[in-house]
């Protein structure tokens, strides 16, 4: 149940922000264990004023273009996954919209299962203790 939030600087196309969804919906899809339908995803665009990304921070020379995309999910998956998800997200994102692997900063922050609710006001996937 990853909860995506993607910001980025303001004045992309709509085409463009359905294919920043896309590509990271299918990387989840391909090496996350994501389950079809589990689309849970945010766009904020940002004026240059209230959007801050170091050019040249660890040693890659971001643009002006950089994305962020914050994962938020279960911590339920190893080393190898996280680092097949960030590949493909940059392969996928690099194909379409054409993002520079340089500007693809992602932030993955894991959760326990009982810190989500996903409507009724339930904890779904808290283990009942009750």
Same mark, same amino acid.
């Given at each position: ?41 945010? &766009?904020? %665009?940002?004026?240059? +004023?209230?959007?801050? /990304?170091? $050019? ?32 493909? &997200?940059? %392969?996928?994102?690099? +194909?379409?919209?054409? /993002?520079? $692997? ?29």
């Amino acid at each position: 149940m990853p909860l995506v939030q993607v910001s980025l600087r303001r004045g992309k196309s709509a085409e463009y922000h359905q294919a920043l969804f896309e590509g990271v919906y299918r990387a989840m899809r391909e090496t996350f264990d994501v389950p079809e339908d589990d689309r849970f995803m945010t &766009i904020t %665009e940002h004026d240059a +004023a209230t959007f801050c /990304v170091s $050019p040249t921070y660890h040693g890659v020379q971001r643009s002006d273009e950089a994305v962020i995309i914050r994962i938020t999910a279960n911590n339920t998956r190893g080393l190898a996954q996280k680092r097949a998800l960030y590949l493909r &997200i940059a %392969e996928l994102l690099r +194909a379409d919209p054409g /993002v520079r $692997p340089e500007d693809v900063f992602i932030n993955l922050v894991e959760v326990l299962p009982e810190n989500w609710s996903l409507g009724h006001g339930l904890a779904q996937y808290a283990a009942r203790q009750d």
